[in-house]
């Protein structure tokens, strides 16, 4: 599995995005993005946080909020120049660093506290860029959201990630 520059287009109900992946900076990042994209494992799950002026988070959820079960953790790739800017992909995490595995997230704003500053601050591991489709991210961005169970700003009509293909081999 080559961990290069690679496209990977999130077909949602909402609409596509295509998120260009930069293996070069965040190679053990992306090749278990790809893995998850391979295993069709991101299909049907959605975006289960939606927050505007901040982030959209998916990957891990199916529509009726049950957790899919996750490959092992990864090393956070956070120190690796890449910043949480407008439109660029990152691993949601919990308070371990080293714990995302599955959900991600597209930054709707630039997200300057999200970036690595040392290990006491370690930050969150950007990984690629929407390079067509922000618009759809932005459409999702303002969706109406609720509280549902222990989760907050879940969208009221699930954003469904229908598919999540690998559109180029670069």
């Not at 759809?136 to 700003?153: L, P």
């Amino acid at each position: 599995m080559n961990a290069g520059t690679r496209k990977v287009k999130l077909t949602t109900g909402m609409g596509d995005v295509v998120i260009e992946l930069n293996g070069a900076a965040a190679p053990v990042t992306v090749k278990n993005f790809l893995r998850y994209a391979e295993e069709n494992f991101y299909n049907g799950t959605i975006f289960h946080r939606v927050m505007p002026n901040f982030m959209i988070q998916g990957g891990g959820f199916g529509s009726d909020m049950t957790e899919k079960p996750a490959h092992s953790s990864i090393i956070n790739e956070a120190n690796n120049g890449l910043k949480n800017d407008r439109g660029t992909i990152a691993m949601a995490r919990t308070n371990d660093p080293d714990s995302a595995t599955c959900q991600f997230f597209i930054n709707h704003t630039d997200n300057d506290f999200l970036n690595y500053s040392n290990a006491d601050e370690p930050g969150y591991a950007v990984f690629g860029k929407v390079v067509e489709g922000m618009d759809v991210v932005d459409e999702i961005a303002f969706v109406q959201t609720a509280n549902k169970g222990a989760h907050d700003d879940v969208p009221v009509e699930a954003v469904v990630i229908e598919s999540a293909e690998i559109v180029s081999d670069k």
